[in-house]
């Protein structure tokens, strides 16, 4: 059984910066890909970052170079790196994981999915 388990979050004034992790065990399916998600209330959930098996990645226009998105497989953990925070990045912080070789955005091609993590920044 696949579990993903998401910690880091927190509350920062704006500008500040956040880690968030994800420590994932269970997952027997390869390659696969990894990814992480947000949603607002009342909002859609949508990507902030994505990762492959080979290590490309990719990252929503939002974010414009104020995150970065690592795995490290020997630890089983993927990573987000929030930088520059704004009150518009408030969500609660999902990470996924989808089996294929690709790179995907889409949350429907995810199968497993943590929790989610809170982040919430200040003005």
């Known amino acids: 059984q696949v579990q993903l388990v998401e910690s880091g979050g927190g509350s920062v004034q704006a500008g500040g910066s956040l880690r968030l992790s994800c420590a994932a065990s269970?997952?027997?399916?390869?390659?696969?890909?990894m990814g992480w998600f947000r949603q607002a209330p009342g909002k859609e959930r949508e990507v902030v970052a994505s990762?492959?098996?080979?290590?490309?990645?990719t990252y929503a226009d939002f974010v414009a170079g104020r995150c970065t998105i690592a795995k490290d497989n020997a630890k089983n953990a993927l990573y987000l790196q929030r930088n520059v925070l704004k009150p518009g990045d408030t969500a609660m912080y999902y990470c996924?994981?989808?089996w294929g070789a690709g790179l995907t955005t889409n949350p429907r091609l995810y199968k497993d999915w943590g929790k989610g993590t809170q982040v919430t920044v200040s003005s």
């Open positions: 996924a994981a989808g």
């Open positions: 990762i492959n098996s080979r290590g490309s990645t």
């Open positions: 269970g997952i027997t399916y390869s390659p696969y890909y």
